[in-house]
């Protein structure tokens, strides 16, 4: 089993940033592939950014394009969410979530964190 543990949420102003951490445990070596969802109220939850932990490449909800950077931290078995340039329509719970394929994208994740919240004022 992999344990996922997200970090970093808060409150922040329009065109603000935040750091979303996510430190995994466990069976860490089954996994290659980490992404953030996010969910907000009454809106089902959506693909933000994932990476692939091995051989590299991201990919980007168009949403978040050149605003969000994914990274992670092999030693540290943690992945990483630069938020900038914030807005109100980013509020919602961000999930980090974890996959043993290599392919990058919204499908075939296994292993979910349990949220963190960022709430973004106007």
């Known amino acids: 089993q992999v344990h996922l543990v997200e970090s970093g949420g808060g409150l922040v102003q329009a065109g603000g940033s935040l750091r979303l951490s996510c430190a995994a445990s466990?069976?860490?070596?089954?996994?290659?592939?980490m992404g953030w969802f996010r969910q907000a109220p009454g809106k089902e939850r959506e693909f933000v950014a994932d990476?692939?932990?091995?051989?590299?490449?991201?990919k980007y909800a168009d949403s978040v394009k050149g605003r969000f950077t994914i990274s992670v931290d092999n030693t540290k078995n943690t992945v990483y969410l630069q938020m900038n340039s914030l807005k109100p329509e980013d509020t919602a719970v961000y999930f980090c979530?974890?996959?043993?394929?290599?392919?990058?994208?919204?499908?075939?994740?296994?292993?979910w964190g349990q949220g963190t919240q960022v709430t973004v004022s106007s």
């Open positions: 990476t692939n932990r091995i051989i590299g490449g991201t």
């Open positions: 466990g069976r860490t070596g089954t996994v290659f592939t």
């Open positions: 979530a974890a996959k043993k394929s290599y392919a990058l994208g919204p499908k075939d994740y296994e292993h």
